[in-house]
């Protein structure tokens, strides 16, 4: 389970976003934090039961710090993040694999399969894995459990305008051939996020998960 006081300390940090105020509250923060990295750390070590590529991962290189990056003038006025988030992939946060992303914020929680900022090259691959294994991608995304857990799979960022070369524009994955990238959520209210079971709350919904990431995964390796 998280810390109690997770959501209030950072509405408050949303609110009072400034050194001072940090400084004060940074022991409360430090309890935060190690009670969050317990969490991923109880993930990790669960996922990789049921997906290989989890094997060997890093809590430490998984999630992220609450520190902004200094160098960006835009970052200066709040220097800290107001949630706390992670990355469960093959090689850590920095990932070009799927992930199993847990973002915890007020109001603003979920939990996340997807694989996301796609580099074209990779993004192609998907595209023509989704096309040509069209059977297997709709048997995931169509499972009950699935559809009542995720939602539909959608794009965060804008489709692709025009229908790419060598695509059959009557195709039914066509929706999905236009995605730039692929993602799947589950939000979590507040009350959620502080069950005292949210640990394997989590793990059921990773559990769910997994085929989706792994066809993410089999066409990011896929030589076509």
Not at 8 to 24: G, H, P, S
Not at 134 to 152: A, Q, S, V, Y
Request: charged content about 30%; glycine content about 2%; aromatic content about 18%.
């Amino acid at each position: 389970m998280l810390h109690p006081q997770t959501l209030e300390f950072l509405k408050w940090l949303e609110e009072f976003n400034d050194k001072k105020f940090f400084e004060l509250y940074k022991p409360l923060y430090l309890q935060i934090k190690e009670q969050f990295e317990n969490l991923v750390s109880f993930l990790i070590e669960n996922i990789s039961k049921f997906d290989k590529n989890i094997i060997w991962v890093e809590t430490k290189k998984c999630t992220f710090r609450i520190y902004k990056d200094m160098r960006f003038p835009r970052n200066r006025e709040k220097p800290y993040k107001i949630n706390l988030w992670a990355n469960i992939a093959y090689g850590g946060k920095k990932s070009s694999y799927a992930w199993y992303y847990i973002h915890i914020q007020n109001q603003q929680s979920y939990f996340s399969g997807w694989v996301f900022f796609v580099q074209p090259k990779t993004a192609n691959s998907i595209r023509k894995y989704i096309y040509k294994n069209w059977k297997k991608f709709k048997k995931i995304i169509e499972n009950p459990e699935f559809k009542k857990t995720f939602g539909e799979v959608f794009s965060y960022h804008p489709k692709l305008k025009k229908i790419p070369k060598d695509f059959d524009p009557n195709h039914p994955s066509i929706k999905y051939i236009l995605h730039r990238d692929w993602l799947i959520n589950k939000k979590l209210s507040n009350k959620e996020v502080l069950w005292k079971n949210i640990d394997k709350k989590m793990l059921e919904y990773a559990k769910i998960a997994k085929p989706f990431n792994q066809f993410l995964n089999d066409a990011i390796q896929a030589k076509l």
